[in-house]
T-cell receptor, first 113, second 111 residues
Framework: ETGVTQSPTHLIKTRGQQVTLRCSSQ?????VSWYQQALGQGPQFIFQ???????GRGNFPPRFSGLQFPNYSSELNVNALELDDSALYLC????????????FGPGTRLTVL | EDQVTQSPEALRLQEGESSSLNCSYT??????LFWYRQDPGKGPEFLFT???AGEEKEKERLKATLTKKESFLHITAPKPEDSATYLC????????????FGAGTRLAVHP
């Protein structure tokens, strides 16, 4: 069974640029959630995708957007990068049920200069 | 407001010195409490899910317990490899399949 994978591992961008992060979900899972984790804090929910549709969004501006593909993989896009976007971006896959466990990938470390 | 609070923020133990981490939560109709372990710069690794008050789960030196307002992660005779940040999380009131995380407890176990 393949776990959750994310790419790239690390990324350095400058303020104002755009970035795309990628996630492959665990085999058998149909739901992908994205989280942002600032240093020393717990992960914060960005949004979730189920069957290629957004299924819930946290308190993040519209410049954070996403996609889910038919194979349940997903992308997180961030436009007009700001310094505060520097963080570890985590993808988690699960089944849709609210009681189902979310399994996390290794994360993408984004640094905005 | 749905909230998860973990204490202490940081804990330093000697190898073999048992202790407990606390996670208190305020959500309506708890639909599960999740414990994760996170190593620096890595994604959280799933440890346990607890669903109802009185439930307990164990894995090696870790035991998680749940009451109506909080959960404890007991660490018995810890080893240096148990050093990590331990996160707890709950789904919010309202049925979303998302998680609200606490800020975590950073555990350091010294030989």
């Amino acid at each position: 069974e393949t776990g959750v994978t994310q790419s790239p591992t690390h990324l350095i961008k400058t303020r104002g640029q755009q970035v795309t992060l990628r996630c492959s979900s665990q085999s058998g899972h149909n739901t992908v959630s994205w989280y942002q984790q600032a240093l020393g804090q717990g992960p914060q929910f960005i949004f979730q995708y189920y069957r290629e549709e957004e299924n819930g969004r946290g308190n993040f501006p519209p410049r954070f957007s996403g996609l889910q593909f038919p194979n349940y993989s997903s992308e997180l896009n961030v436009n007009a990068l700001e310094l505060d976007d520097s963080a570890l971006y985590l993808c988690a896959s699960s089944l849709l049920s609210s009681t189902d466990t979310q399994y996390f990938g290794p994360g993408t470390r984004l640094t905005v200069l | 407001e749905d909230q998860v609070t973990q204490s202490p923020e940081a804990l330093r133990l000697q190898e073999g010195e048992s202790s407990s981490l606390n996670c208190s939560y305020t959500v309506s109709g708890l639909r599960g409490l999740f414990w994760y372990r996170q190593d620096p710069g890595k994604g959280p690794e799933f440890l346990f899910t607890l669903y109802s008050a009185g439930e307990e789960k164990e894995k090696e030196r870790l035991k998680a317990t749940l009451t109506k307002k909080e959960s404890f992660l007991h660490i018995t005779a810890p080893k240096p490899e148990d050093s990590a940040t331990y996160l707890c999380a709950v789904p919010p009131s309202g049925g979303y399949n998302k998680l609200i995380f606490g800020a975590g407890t950073r555990l350091a176990v010294h030989p």
